[in-house]
């Protein structure tokens, strides 16, 4: 969106020079989680020329900013507050080759956040559902160029309604963490361009929407991550990505553990140990045991590398990954039949 009411808001105060470095500048808002809370971040996108002036800022005109965009936020009912606003070059004021990856990727934010505002007490379905029924034309043709399967299976926002006023989601929370999780591998990949990176067996998200959610964070922190602090929050995104995953298969009552000692709330390696045992029982299952502990082990250890670097946190977010889908491939969640649930 952009800036308009911000520029007026500031040129108001008398900080015309603010509005004319903003005036051509657009913003993006983005919900995150943190272990504690969850917060909004924003992102003001500027041409180089502006961008260079803005990311100098001192610390004064930086607040001026943001208090100017906190009253203008089209946030809904419970919506955290913005936190802080990063300055970020917008590449087509560069002369780069056109990237459709990037708009695309734009337009299933703008969707994903409307999912979420008229679930959350934000929007009226009746004013901006011809808006959302335009949009997943668009995004759906796009996505078939690309031979990407729309994970959004909602055409109307009415047939969003029915799902989360059926009582399978029945907090502002849930709905979020759902709507996450739905569209987190797809933004994830479009991220990345198709040509960064090898065919992925399995695109889609699991259907679990925190676990989901939790490895598209923990994807998102890695490309952030510069110091051993970002890579060791990378290895405890991905702990609690494992934790929720073992607590939503695990069974005590059909799983018992492998060594005889009951797995606790947050003990994620027992309880997969004791999940795969029964699911994976026999010998012809051994190989894929093995594989799917030893990818488990991994993650375990290097969740708690002091020393992290990016090779370690890559290792433990694509081992993460690998125990998700593994499990998620044993629970029959990926079988073409059925399909994520």
């Avoid at 917060?39 to 930086?62: F, K, M, N, S, W």
């Avoid at 337009?107 to 505002?117: F, H, V």
């Avoid at 997943?136 to 009415?158: S, V």
């Avoid at 799902?163 to 797809?186: C, E, H, M, N, V």
Wanted: proline share 4%; hydrophobic share 35%.
């Amino acid at each position: 969106m952009s800036l308009g009411s911000v520029c007026q808001i500031l040129r108001y105060r008398g900080r015309s020079d603010l509005a004319a470095l903003l005036s051509r500048a657009s913003i993006r808002f983005e919900e995150s989680d943190t272990f504690h809370s969850q917060v909004t971040l924003a992102e003001i996108h500027a041409p180089i020329e502006d961008y260079e002036q803005l990311r100098q800022l001192c610390q004064e005109d930086r607040e001026a900013v943001l208090a100017a965009v906190r009253e203008i936020w089209p946030r809904g009912l419970n919506e955290p507050d913005i936190v802080s606003i990063t300055y970020r070059l917008d590449s087509t004021s560069l002369q780069e080759e056109h990237d459709p990856g990037a708009e695309l990727l734009e337009e299933i934010g703008s969707q994903r956040n409307l999912m979420i505002a008229v679930a959350t007490g934000g929007s009226r379905i009746d004013s901006v559902n011809e808006e959302y029924r335009e949009r997943y034309e668009g995004i759906n043709a796009a996505l078939r160029k690309l031979g990407i399967r729309n994970p959004n299976p909602y055409r109307d926002l009415w047939d969003w309604y029915g799902k989360w006023s059926s009582g399978d989601l029945p907090t502002y929370q849930s709905r979020r963490d759902y709507i996450r999780g739905l569209f987190a591998t797809l933004e994830q990949r479009l991220r990345e361009g198709e040509s960064g990176r090898g065919a992925e067996v399995f695109a889609e998200p699991t259907g679990w929407p925190r676990v989901d959610r939790s490895l598209g964070e923990a994807r998102k922190r890695l490309e952030e991550a510069s110091s051993e602090e970002q890579f060791q929050a990378v290895g405890l995104i991905c702990r609690e990505a494992l934790i929720t995953l073992a607590q939503t298969v695990y069974d005590p009552t059909r799983c018992p553990a492998v060594d005889g000692v009951a797995p606790s709330e947050t003990d994620a390696k027992r309880m997969l140990d004791a999940y795969l045992a029964v699911e994976l029982a026999g010998s012809q299952n051994e190989a894929a045991r093995k594989h799917a502990r030893a990818s488990l082990d991994l993650a375990n250890a290097l969740q708690h590398q002091r020393t992290a670097t990016f090779r370690d946190a890559a290792l433990c977010a694509e081992a993460t990954a690998s125990v998700v889908n593994i499990i998620a491939i044993v629970s029959g969640r990926r079988d073409p039949e059925v399909g994520p649930r």
